[in-house]
């Protein structure tokens, strides 16, 4: 997805320090995914009822985009509780992934997603505490699929390359993508293509080790960090994964995604001196996966 297609921009809020004089006073939304990083992180504070979010310049909250309504939802307080509502949306309002009928009452926590940026809601009378936790999350932890982010990876295998280096052990290191995810964007559209990122995440996760680093390396591509893990151990993680992708359903708003992945493998070798030279065999290995006509694995 471009950015010029999905550019967000937010009317000024005047933000008031949060509030502890009450259970809920410092209320906030918090930007924890977004296609625009400069909305990243940003906290909106609930002290306006209704707050309003859409593509409209008379919300709130104006969120640029064509999965976005141009009166998509607000967030309204009754007593001491803030609902999410949506506004007849074209695409919808979800709420921890499950799309609302109407309205929900939020609970700390919550994440609600409008178009392409995902919101978290804090609540209670730490929330000045909850938010720099969510800062620091977000510097290790992509916010959409939930896999450790870029930055976080290789700074974990240059240690891993050291560890292995020290102790003679093996170290292998695996990168994969979705095949033809452009096409399902196209198709689907671009929430079933974050729809897509996310369970595919899921899947993995389900199945691989407390000790094994996986990544989110970039749009669709994901990469796994396997300590004293030999070629042949990684080459059958990998096909295991490609097998259990290509077999799982992919469903969303009652459409099935067919969805494959092609993964390349590589085992660390004397002559790989730093972490980009492993991740360029890997890529390596990618890249002939996918020539040779995608949904395999090459190690």
């Not at 609302?100 to 804090?122: C, H, M, Q, W």
């Not at 042949?232 to 097998?243: F, I, Q, S, T, V």
Request: proline share 2%; net charge negative.
């Amino acid at each position: 997805m471009s950015e010029s297609e999905e550019k967000t921009r937010v009317t000024a809020i005047v933000q008031k320090p949060a509030a502890t004089d009450g259970p809920h006073g410092g209320d906030c939304l918090v930007v924890i995914y977004t296609k625009e990083p400069s909305l990243l992180g940003k906290r909106f504070v609930l002290d306006i009822s209704p707050m309003r979010v859409g593509r409209g310049a008379e919300n709130h909250i104006v969120l640029e985009g064509d999965s976005v309504s141009r009166r998509h939802a607000h967030i309204e307080q009754r007593g001491q509780v803030w609902w999410a509502i949506d506004d007849g949306s074209t695409n919808g309002t979800y709420v921890n992934d499950e799309q609302i009928s109407r309205e929900l009452g939020l609970a700390n926590g919550d994440r609600i997603k409008v178009g392409p940026t995902i919101f978290k809601y804090l609540s209670g009378q730490d929330v000045e505490a909850q938010y720099h936790e969510e800062i620091y999350r977000m510097t290790i932890i992509d916010g959409l699929t939930g896999a450790h982010v870029k930055r976080y990876l290789l700074e974990a295998l240059e240690k891993e390359i050291i560890r292995a280096r020290r102790h003679a052990r093996e170290l292998s290191f695996m990168m994969f993508d979705i095949d033809h995810f452009k096409k399902i964007n196209d198709y689907h559209g671009h929430l079933a293509g974050d729809f897509v990122l996310k369970e595919l995440a899921r899947i993995v996760q389900a199945r691989i080790r407390r000790d094994e680093v996986f990544a989110r390396y970039g749009g669709e591509e994901f990469a796994i960090i396997l300590p004293e893990t030999n070629l042949e151990g990684a080459r059958a993680l990998a096909e295991g994964l490609r097998e259990k992708v290509e077999a799982s359903r992919f469903v969303f708003q009652g459409e099935q995604i067919n969805v494959t992945i092609s993964i390349g493998v590589a085992l660390l070798q004397d002559v790989d001196r730093t972490a980009p030279d492993l991740i360029k065999n890997a890529d390596t290995k990618l890249y002939e996966a996918k020539r040779g006509g995608r949904n395999k694995v090459v190690a």
